[in-house]
T-cell receptor, first 114, second 115 residues
Framework: NAGVTQTPKFQVLKTGQSMTLQCAQD?????MYWYRQDPGMGLRLIYY???????DKGEVPNGYNVSRLNKREFSLRLESAAPSQTSVYFC?????????????FGSGTRLTVV | AQKITQTQPGMFVQEKEAVTLDCTYD???????LFWYKQPSSGEMIFLIY??????QNATEGRYSLNFQKARKSANLVISASQLGDSAMYFC????????????FGKGTMLLVSP
């Protein structure tokens, strides 16, 4: 099925550990995004990639790095996890179509840092 | 400055009744889009409805309609004939289309539908 695939779905890390969240889309979208969702905060943008070969910071980039590996894949890396990074992470992709311009979301990764 | 404001943290509605979820936005871009997403307890983000700033008519998708009042900068979601399965978190979001911009979300409204 076409869409956005995120792995893993769940992860528990110890403070200071590193990990990479993987995201792949097969919708031929140019743009990809990483959001985090915290209770009462809505979704906040961490990083995005407007097109292959470019990445930019969003609202809450501190403590994260990203890689746009190719048009399909966009990974999010936590180099040294902190309890404040406990959250649900969503990857999304989109076209730049101005008629809709909506995003397609992955199913999310629930990350707990202890 | 917050671009999307959802003032209702939670809403209750009885089954089969209509409910309106409020959303106001702030932008100086004449070209923008407004979106509503549903997030059930399972966690996925489900796109519901879209309204473009130049659209002359309010958007409708089945039981969902968007009450778009451009001068007041509001984009309220109306759900008619509520169903138990409508219980979820609802997010309003906006994307500005002049130049490149990303989707900005409100903090959401939790809707509970009772029998």
């Amino acid at each position: 099925n076409a869409g956005v695939t995120q792995t893993p779905k769940f992860q528990v890390l110890k403070t200071g550990q590193s990990m990479t969240l993987q995201c792949a889309q097969d919708m031929n979208h140019n743009s990809m995004y990483w959001y985090r969702q915290d209770p009462g905060m809505g979704l906040r943008l961490i990083y995005y990639s407007a097109s292959e070969g470019t990445t930019d910071k969003g609202e809450v980039p501190n403590g994260y790095n990203v890689s746009r590996l190719n048009k399909r894949e966009f990974s999010l890396r936590l180099e040294s996890a902190a309890p404040s990074q406990t959250s649900v992470y969503f990857c999304a992709s989109s076209t730049r179509d101005r008629t809709t311009g909506g995003y397609t979301f992955g199913s999310g990764t629930r990350l707990t840092v202890v | 400055a917050q671009k999307i404001t959802q003032t209702q943290p939670g809403m209750f509605v009885q089954e089969k009744e209509a409910v309106t979820l409020d959303c106001t936005y702030d932008t100086s871009d004449p070209s923008y889009g407004l979106f509503w997403y549903k997030q059930p307890s399972s966690g996925e983000m489900i796109f519901l409805i879209y309204q473009g700033s130049y659209d002359q008519q309010n958007a409708t998708e089945g039981r969902y309609s968007l009450n778009f009042q451009k001068a007041r900068k509001s984009a309220n979601l109306v759900i008619s004939a509520s169903q138990l399965g409508d219980s979820a978190m609802y997010f309003c979001a906006m994307r500005e289309f002049s130049g490149y911009s990303t989707l900005t979300f409100g903090k959401g409204t939790m809707l509970l539908v009772s029998p």
